[in-house]
């Protein structure tokens, strides 16, 4: 797709007259959805939205306009500066939140946020700025009706379905690899009674339903550009009906580890407690007694659990043949699998002494 391509639907959206004639360039690094922005003044960003992995963008965008509207309203009524607090969608002439082309793709455009990103925290301040943010996120969406959200991928973070889709690749076989990974099988396998927790919760009412953004990793945080104070969270794409542990644990599961994921020395592979202290402290400063009792008491656990989670999600591609994640190299998805076992059984490990570390924080900060 080229700048050529975008110029020819910006006449669909209402947008600043200048945006029809200024340049279009290629933005950011994402790998789903193709990105552009428009240097006009005000500057938009145009994005191309993967059907394939998106294949309902009515639903998709829908809820995007939800939690942005609900999240702008909020910040309007206490006087804040919304237009850096969220992702603000530009409508079609026609009122929509999104344009279809004769050919099928689907445009939509939002305001520019002059701000900048980290790929990883330079110091684990930053981690507790996110986390901040974050806490604020949940509270201004503690009282939206996460039902009205379509589940934009169902079971997403369902450990429990992940499990049943691990043992029906390990039957199957499809790669024939499986003699080659059977102490990852057998690992994997022992933790099958451990992973229910947070779903348990959910379905009786200890761990409630929330908005929850499901890809907090630090660069889905904007941060300003002259104070690094973390604005606001963006990629809002996978906004759905979970709950808060899943982000929590999410974005540690990076913001945590010593190493890269797919790190193939495990030596390097440790978990850090700083980086996990500054987000709880950031989290719970910011959230505060909102968090529920049963929420407080599985956050080290929901690291594990979505460390753990990820690892049996790339198991499952090595035994189905990578037809999932990208890979570079054969063994990658296998490597990536025995990385986050690493990092699961050091958590599981520790799981007493990072539960006594967060009740001090809570009650520190409470």
Known sequence: MTGQ?????????????????????PYGNGHINSTFIVESTPKYIVQKINTCVFPNPDGLMNNIALVSSHITSKMKATGEDAS??????????????F????????YRIFEFIDAISHDNAEDPSQLYRAAKTYGKFQKMLAD????????????????????????????????????????????A????????????????????????????????????????????????DTIMPGSLLYDFGDALRLGASSAAEDETDLDKVNFC???????????????????????????????????????IRFLTDYLDGDVYFKTHY?????????????????L???????????????????
């Open 330 to 346: 054969p063994e990658h998805n296998i490597d990536r699998a025995r990385n986050q076992f690493k990092l699961a059984a050091e």
């Open 99 to 106: 344009a279809e082309t004769p050919e099928g793709e689907i």
């Open 273 to 311: 407690i700083e980086p996990f202290e500054q987000f709880t402290r950031g989290l719970l400063e910011s959230l505060g007694s909102e968090i529920t009792p049963r929420e407080l008491e599985l956050l080290p656990y929901s690291e594990f659990l979505m460390t753990f989670e990820v690892g």
């Open 84 to 97: 850096r607090g969220t992702l603000h969608i530009i409508k079609t002439k026609d009122g929509q939140n």
């Open 144 to 187: 939206f009706n996460a039902d009205k959200l379509y589940e934009i991928i169902p079971f997403f973070h369902h450990t429990p379905n992940r499990m049943k889709t691990l043992e029906k690749a390990i039957a199957e076989n499809k790669s024939g690899r499986l003699d080659k990974v059977k102490k990852e099988v057998e690992f």
């Open 5 to 25: 391509n975008v110029r020819n639907v910006l006449s669909m959206f209402d947008l600043d007259a200048s945006a029809y004639s200024a340049d279009i360039l």
């Open 348 to 366: 599981d490990s520790r799981m007493e002494e990072l539960g006594a570390l967060v009740k001090k924080i809570y009650s520190e900060v409470v």
């Open 189 to 236: 396998l022992s933790f099958k009674d451990k992973i229910s927790y947070i779903v348990d919760g959910i379905e009786n009412g200890s761990v409630p339903l929330r908005v929850t953004h499901n890809d907090t990793k630090l660069n889905n945080f904007l941060f300003d550009k002259d104070t690094d104070e973390c604005l606001c969270l963006i990629d809002l």
